[in-house]
């Protein structure tokens, strides 16, 4: 049962998603509704329209550790990005969407392309947060410095 803000139509939006599509077809008609979900939340935003916001990034985040092609990864990333830069709430960036982003870099077996794409998109999630709770402190030394360090020494080796 979804929560009574999230709408009708988000509704409608998320069973399909979640049950005719395979993930990579999810994460494209997320992608390919983003004005619908727009105007759906603007109509939605006394009712809490933020929290339906939140409710879609979850649906994108799900469907994204089943994405199979790397233009789907990619494509699942920039929605990341675009549900970061409509949210207000910092703790959803940091607690939400920087974890799914790191997981693709910190993964070997992704594309080069995914990788560098997931970079950018968590330098941009990191740019909107205007404040660091204490529970989030050690985020950097413990957790997001750690992971670029090793996809910088993963690449492949430089010809001798």
Known sequence: VLPEHFGALL??????????MQPDQAVAHVAASKTTILRALA???AGGGGRA????????????????SPRSKEQALLLLLWGAELVADDEVRLQRLVPYVTALIAHDDESPAVRAR???????ILALVR???LSEQQLFPHYILP????????????PS
């Open 11 to 20: 509704a409608g939006l998320a069973w399909r998603a979640m049950s005719d």
């Open 147 to 158: 992971i670029l360090a090793a996809a910088a020494g993963s690449g492949p080796s430089p």
């Open 53 to 68: 916001l939140v409710n879609v990034l979850v649906l994108v985040t799900s469907a994204m550790r089943a994405v199979r």
């Open 131 to 133: 404040s660091f709770p």
């Open 43 to 45: 109509a939605d935003e």
């Open 118 to 124: 997931a970079i950018q998109v968590l330098a941009a």
